[in-house]
Structure formats: structure tokens, C-alpha cells
């Protein structure tokens, strides 16, 4: 098993030193019958940056992803956030940890509008009796507070968050699962595929999503099979195959190509000159 870089000088510095992981995974094992999905894989995530996650088909990144956000229980290996030991056996374990996730399947109602959307499963009650027993909604207040935070990630394409999510285009309703884990994700937010279904315009405005929700001070993990986007927007790309992580590449230093013949096997990244590596790599 690979154990996680203990090499402090090497790790990406924060403005107090060397930055502990916000998320980290430590030899995490799934098996399905026969099949191991996961085989000791570990990831880090650091404060500030967007880590891209690629590999081949069936290299275990959804597994990796699912048990980050709670919805498979590893069969062995440790997570941590901000370095303390978590158990996430249910995705509603992994949001209060703070962990929000967008899911390649877009887990939107289309025939609901914007506001609700944002706020499904997490409906804002009015205040006194009439919220706490009466169970009544504050539409309103979450109408007010969907604009806000549409507005706040530069979603201004969206003009009325009463409208139905099925009218919206792929890319508008991609930015409201985007700004929905953007507003209450408060440490780390997860893309599968964001873009996989999405036309050059739309994924444009997602790229430019995804960075604002790092500008905004959430680390995002970005798992996508798009060589282009990620080598645009990573900070740091981890490779995953047959079931581990096998490098995390700096995308400064290496060519998609390398990242590519890495990532199918083809090329072993010992071979790759220093300043491909991301610091705290292999
Ligand atoms: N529920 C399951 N039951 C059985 N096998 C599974 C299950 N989920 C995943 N696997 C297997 O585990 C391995 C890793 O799958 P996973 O979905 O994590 O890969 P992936 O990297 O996300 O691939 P892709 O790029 O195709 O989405 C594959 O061999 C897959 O067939
Ligand atoms: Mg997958």
C-alpha cells in the first residue's frame, strides 16, 4: 500500500506552513464479490485548490468518490477531515461533515422550481410555531436566499429562481447542482463528470463555476474524462488505476499526453521528469 506523503516540505504551504489535507483518504479497500473496486486507495485534498481525478474505466474512481461522500461504506482504510478520523455510512453523514457532492446522474427535480431545488431535503421553515409544529415552508426566504446564492456564484443566466428546473438548459441546470453544493457544502464539494452531457458553451460556464466556488474558499475534487478541462482547471490531477491512486501529476509540468499514457498504464510515472510530479506525489 502506498502510505501518504509524510514529506512536510514537500506538501503545498499554506500561508501558516505546510497545509494539513482538508479530506483525506488512507488505503481505502471496497470489494464487490470478486471484484475490487478499490484496492488501498488514498487521495488528499488541500485547502484552496481543485484536484481533478482521472483514470481509465473501472480504475475505482466513482468507488473512491462514493465512499467520500457516504454512499458506500469501504471494507477497510480511513478517512479523515482536517485530520480527524470520520465514519460516513449515509451521504446525509458526509454533508454534515461538510461534504457536499454533485453526482454525474443530476440529482435535480426537474418539475420543481429553482428555490426548491436548492433547498431539498434542507426546506427552510417559517419562524415559531407556525415552522416548528405547523412544519410550514418559508418559501419566501428560500426564494430570496436561491437568488443570493445564484447570484453570488455569477449564475446570471438564471433570471427567476421560480422557474421549473425542466425548463432550464443542461448547463443552467447543472449550475443550480453546483450552486446548491457550493451553498452548503462548507468544506469540500465533489463533481462526477460535470460537463460529460454538456455542449462548449455550457461547459464554459461550469469551468468558470468550479473555479469560482475554489476562489470562494471550497476545495473541489473534479473527476472527469475531459484531458482539456482538466489540465485548464486542476491545481493538481490524481491518477487513479486498477483500483489506487498511482500519482497525483502537476498539470504545470506535464503534458496531457504523459497524463494520458500514466494513466492507461502505458508509461510508469517514475519515469516522469521531477516537475511533472505534484509536490507530495507518488
Ligand atoms: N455495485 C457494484 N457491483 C459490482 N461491481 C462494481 C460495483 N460498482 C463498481 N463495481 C466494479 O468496480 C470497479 C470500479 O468501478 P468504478 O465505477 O469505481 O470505476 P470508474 O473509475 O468510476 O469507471 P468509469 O470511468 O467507467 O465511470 C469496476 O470493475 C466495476 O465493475
Ligand atoms: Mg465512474
Known amino acids: 500500500m502506498n502510505q501518504p506523503s509524510t514529506d512536510a516540505a514537500a506538501r503545498p504551504t499554506g500561508p501558516t506552513g505546510p497545509a494539513e489535507p482538508i479530506l483525506q483518504a488512507v488505503g481505502l479497500v471496497k470489494r464487490y464479490g470478486s471484484v475490487t473496486a478499490l484496492a488501498g486507495a488514498d487521495l488528499e485534498l488541500y485547502p484552496g485548490e481543485i484536484l481533478a481525478v482521472i483514470g481509465d474505466?473501472?480504475?475505482?474512481?466513482?468507488?473512491?468518490?462514493?465512499?467520500?461522500?457516504?454512499?458506500?461504506?469501504?471494507?477497510?482504510?480511513?478517512?479523515?477531515v482536517e485530520g480527524r478520523p470520520v465514519r460516513l455510512p449515509t451521504p446525509i453523514a458526509a454533508r454534515e461533515a461538510g461534504i457536499e457532492t454533485v453526482h454525474q446522474s443530476l440529482a435535480v427535480s426537474p418539475s420543481l422550481d429553482i428555490a426548491t431545488n436548492l433547498f431539498l431535503g434542507r426546506e427552510l421553515r417559517r419562524p415559531g410555531v407556525l415552522g416548528s409544529v405547523f412544519r410550514m415552508l418559508d418559501r419566501a426566504r428560500m426564494r430570496s436566499e436561491a437568488a443570493r446564492h445564484l447570484s453570488e456564484l455569477g449564475i446570471t443566466t438564471i433570471q427567476n429562481p421560480n422557474q421549473a428546473v425542466e425548463t432550464l438548459s443542461g448547463g443552467q441546470r447543472q449550475a443550480v447542482a453546483v450552486a446548491r453544493a457550493?451553498?452548503?457544502?462548507?468544506?469540500?464539494?465533489?463533481?462526477?463528470?460535470?460537463?460529460?452531457?454538456?455542449?462548449?458553451?455550457?461547459?464554459?460556464?461550469?469551468?468558470?463555476?468550479?473555479?469560482?466556488?475554489?476562489?470562494?474558499?471550497?476545495?473541489?475534487?473534479?473527476?472527469?474524462?475531459?484531458?482539456?478541462?482538466?489540465?485548464?482547471?486542476?491545481?493538481?490531477?490524481?491518477?487513479?488505476?486498477?483500483?489506487?491512486?498511482?500519482?497525483?501529476?502537476?498539470?504545470?509540468?506535464?503534458?496531457?499526453?504523459?497524463?494520458?499514457?500514466?494513466?492507461?498504464?502505458?508509461?510508469?510515472?517514475?519515469?516522469?521528469?521531477e516537475e511533472a510530479l505534484a509536490p507530495g506525489a507518488l
Open 57 to 80: 474505466n473501472g480504475a475505482g474512481k466513482s468507488s473512491l468518490i462514493k465512499a467520500l461522500s457516504g454512499a458506500v461504506v469501504p471494507d477497510a482504510g480511513q478517512i479523515l
Open 182 to 273: 457550493a451553498a452548503f457544502g462548507n468544506k469540500v464539494v465533489i463533481m462526477d463528470e460535470p460537463t460529460a452531457a454538456l455542449g462548449v458553451r455550457e461547459s464554459r460556464a461550469v469551468l468558470d463555476l468550479i473555479l469560482k466556488v475554489r476562489d470562494s474558499g471550497l476545495p473541489v475534487i473534479l473527476i472527469s474524462h475531459n484531458m482539456p478541462h482538466v489540465f485548464e482547471v486542476a491545481d493538481r490531477v490524481h491518477v487513479q488505476r486498477l483500483g489506487r491512486r498511482i500519482a497525483t501529476l502537476a498539470p504545470s509540468g506535464c503534458s496531457m499526453s504523459d497524463a494520458v499514457a500514466v494513466m492507461t498504464g502505458a508509461l510508469d510515472p517514475a519515469e516522469l521528469p
